[in-house]
């Protein structure tokens, strides 16, 4: 199976340039699945379900959430009615939407895709390893599901490596998201799972992790609240991961990076 993960999507930047690159890539990379995370694409905070649906019919499978899931409240009523977004896992019990989805190709192959957030640094939800754990135990990578892909959204790295060696051989891909900042480490654990620490984020990189340079800088300067942040309008980059997997045991076989456009460093898998 031949997966592509897009980091996290930031403002208008961000998901013009997923729509407008993601059909193309789904053809000459021969993609079957693609799992986006789309957390910050309205305004840079949240999803909107119309965003949501522009994001689908562009060639996105699933979208991933995390920290700013509920920022956009009209998310909130409409999420429960669309399978294809999902929530970290670990939420509390009776939280609207589900952690993970199931995903049938157009050939019958399974994909299970499972969204958790860390708990280092951020909100203090439910043990995300527990969360994955429990998913797992009705599924079966190689066996009753041919692909596994777990976006982990945290800011602790030690928490994201700790979370692709509990999942090494159970998973087909552990990826991280929420820094915005591509890292240099896509690699296969021992055991035959993909890993990146951070996908990196599909916006404009001229600017402080997706926001205006200006005032998110004055916010480290005077210590003192200022205006909103708003993301920055700029050429975006493209950043995320692809990973080849064997459909008999559902782990990778290739991964690479993938960067396009705007300031970063073009890079394209090749296989």
């Known amino acids: 199976m ?4 897009l980091g996290d999507i930031v403002g208008r930047a961000g998901r013009e340039a997923v729509m407008a690159s993601l059909p193309g890539l789904r ?19 949240g999803l909107s379900p119309a965003i949501a649906q522009d994001l689908f019919a ?15 409240k009209d998310l909130i009523g409409h999420i429960d ?22 995903v049938t190709l157009v050939d019958g192959r399974k994909a299970l895709v499972i969204n958790v957030m860390g708990r280092q640094f951020m909100d203090a939800l439910d043990d995300p390893f527990r969360a994955v ?8 990578l190689g066996v009753t599901v041919q692909a596994v892909v777990v976006d982990i959204h945290a800011e602790a790295s030690s928490e994201k490596w700790a979370m692709g060696h509990v999942l090494d051989g159970r998973a087909s891909l552990v990826v ?12 296969i654990l021992p055991g035959g799972t993909a890993f990146q620490t951070d996908a990196g984020m599909c916006g404009d990189y001229d600017s402080v992790i997706g926001m205006g340079k200006d005032a998110a800088i004055a916010r480290f300067l005077r210590r003192m609240p200022g205006e909103r942040l708003q993301p920055a309008e700029g050429q975006a980059s493209l950043a995320g991961i692809m990973v080849e997997t064997d459909d008999a045991t559902g782990l990778a076989r290739r991964v690479a990076p993938l960067r396009m456009g705007g300031l970063l460093a073009p890079t394209t898998p090749d296989f």
Do not use: K, M
Request: net charge positive.
């Open 133 to 140: 754990a429990d998913i797992l135990a009705r599924h079966r």
């Open 58 to 72: 562009a060639g996105a499978d699933i979208v991933t959430l995390g920290n700013h899931a509920w920022d956009r």
């Open 81 to 102: 009615a669309e399978p294809r977004i999902i929530r970290p896992a670990n939420y509390p019990p009776g939280t609207p939407g589900q952690g993970s989805a199931l």
């Open 176 to 187: 991280g998201t929420h820094t915005h900042t591509p890292t240099a480490d896509h690699r």
């Open 2 to 5: 031949r997966i592509l993960f």
């Open 27 to 45: 053809r000459t990379l021969r993609l079957d699945l693609v799992v986006v995370n789309g957390e910050n694409a309205s305004h840079g905070f």
